[in-house]
């Protein structure tokens, strides 16, 4: 028998379009609907039929559009709707992807509930009679960090958060490499209070006349300059790096993830350790102290050893995971952690004072 030719398709009509692979979208879009009945207002067809999305049309359906603007700026509509949209992955985690915001810590409790609390400790540590003592001047330092650390990188996220508008507001690279630079110039000058807090208290409880005799007001100040002055040295490499960065992700590329691994360990590894340290032997101490006596001195060594042991406890634990995963690249990165991370070390800064 001869090969006849398959008989002629019938020509398809202008409102008919082929949305086998959106249909799904279709099916949940209010302003699209099945042409049972006329509707009210205006029907604008789709005079184009060769343009499909599939080459084979499995499922033919008749799809009536209807607005009353112009049909150019319909069709705009409807592409929009239907076309999936080219988003970064910023930009799903933040805005396409709410449920992957709920573990983090509302940045308003931070904002509203920490800065007042500095603020009150800065009242408190200030006094004539506390200002006597090293150690109020160090308390006072480490207010004054985390109110800037509070009104600068949190603001920043707080604003992302209620707005909606990227990792960083403005979406520029100075100011993402700024926002990096302020957040760890903060941390480290935050940390490394914390340890010479730690020191100064094991020295009075072990040598209470030497530093008594010793140690001065005009040595505290040279030591937070110190301090200072490394922290806001060290980390310049992370604005260079940030300006040159596209956009300000949590992922940053892999130089930045090495530099940032070692920062880690000189921010809060190393300083989390001998924090620890020095809290555990300052306890050992005073286990007799704290069960005989409760006085006004005993008061302030249990509040400065649950200040040590608070920064080590909310800290240290994510930024060991954080290290690991960078240094093994097999690992995956984990994003809600991440924001965990993120968020237990900016609730750190509430915590303490």
């Not at 993402?176 to 903060?186: A, E, P, Q, R, S």
């Not at 937070?224 to 940030?242: C, S, T």
């Not at 608070?310 to 690249?329: D, E, G, K, M």
Request: aromatic share 12%; proline share 8%; glycine share 2%.
């Amino acid at each position: 028998m001869l090969n006849r030719a398959p008989p002629p398709q019938p020509p398809i009509p202008p409102s008919t379009y082929t949305f086998s692979r959106f249909q799904p979208f279709i099916d949940n879009c209010q302003c699209c609907h099945v042409d049972t009945k006329p509707p009210p207002t205006t029907h604008v067809h789709i005079p184009s039929p060769s343009v499909t999305f599939d080459q084979e049309p499995q499922q033919i359906r008749t799809r009536t559009f209807t607005s009353n603007t112009h049909p150019q700026h319909d069709w705009e509509q409807q592409k929009r709707m239907f076309l999936p949209q080219r988003t970064q992955p910023w930009e799903q985690a933040y805005q396409h992807q709410p449920q992957r915001r709920k573990p983090v810590v509302r940045y308003d409790f931070l904002m509203y509930r920490g800065i007042p609390t500095h603020c009150l400790s800065l009242i408190s540590f200030m006094n004539k009679r506390m200002c006597r003592f090293p150690v109020s001047i160090f308390m006072v330092s480490l207010s004054l960090v985390n109110i800037i650390i509070l009104g600068g990188p949190v603001i920043m996220q707080w604003l992302n958060h209620r707005l909606l508008i990227g990792f960083v507001v403005t979406d520029r690279r100075f100011v993402c490499g700024l926002h990096v630079y302020i957040d760890i110039v903060g941390s480290s000058i935050n940390s490394w209070l914390i340890l010479v807090i730690a020191v100064e208290h094991y020295l009075s409880v072990v040598k209470p006349l030497l530093i008594r005799k010793r140690f001065k007001r005009e040595h505290a100040y040279i030591i937070i300059f110190i301090i200072v002055l490394l922290a806001a040295l060290v980390p310049i490499i992370f604005l260079i790096i940030g300006y040159h960065i596209p956009k300000c992700l949590l992922v940053y590329p892999r130089t930045y993830q090495i530099i940032g691994s070692i920062e880690i360990c000189i921010v809060y590894v190393i300083p989390s350790m001998l924090i620890f340290i020095f809290s555990v032997i300052t306890i050992h101490k005073l286990r007799y102290r704290l069960k005989n006596h409760l006085g006004r001195r005993i008061r302030i060594s249990i509040l400065l050893i649950i200040v040590s042991l608070s920064f080590t406890a909310f800290t240290l634990p994510f930024q060991i995971h954080w290290f690991i995963s960078i240094v093994q690249r097999s690992m995956r990165t984990n994003f809600r952690l991440n924001l965990f991370n993120i968020s237990f070390r900016y609730l750190t800064l509430t915590i303490r004072n």
